[in-house]
């Protein structure tokens, strides 16, 4: 619960301080865990894992939310976006540079033994759960595709 315990720290500070854009997103994190936490079969607990998926689907939401603004002209919402995003990511852990990716995806190409595009969903299937919260969903699709090409 160590997220959640430092939202709150976060959230205090951020109203000290009048930061709009931090409490904005602060509490849009705060009410995703909340939910989570009352969802059916939780029981008012969350795993570390499960705030890490958590932050990830609030940061892919923010992503899309902005690439569509941006194409639309749409500054302003386009900087509300941005703001929440950086926040986001603050809390999540890093992510793999593309050199780190390419190295771990190609030892798990090795221990699955694939070898073609054909073996693509059996690697898929290891690295997403190997490379959980370190790498981008979409960032290992393109990776795999290359590696097996």
Known sequence: MALEQQIMS???AAML?????????????KAAILLAKTADG?????SEED?????????????????MFV??????????????????????PAQMDEASLKA??????AESGAS??????????????????QADGKAISAMVKSLLA
Do not use: H, N
């Open 42 to 46: 939780k029981q008012g607990e969350i």
């Open 51 to 67: 705030e890490v998926k958590l932050l990830q689907k609030m940061a892919k939401q923010r992503k899309d939310s902005l690439e």
């Open 104 to 109: 771990a995806l190609q030892a798990i190409i």
């Open 10 to 12: 976060e959230l205090k």
């Open 116 to 133: 073609s595009a054909a073996d693509m969903g059996k690697v898929m299937g290891l690295a997403t759960k190997q490379l959980a919260g």
């Open 71 to 92: 194409t639309q002209g749409r500054e302003d919402l386009a900087v509300k976006e941005r703001e929440e995003l950086q926040l986001i990511e603050k809390f999540l």
């Open 17 to 29: 301080a009048k930061d709009e854009a931090a409490l904005r997103g602060l509490r849009a994190i």
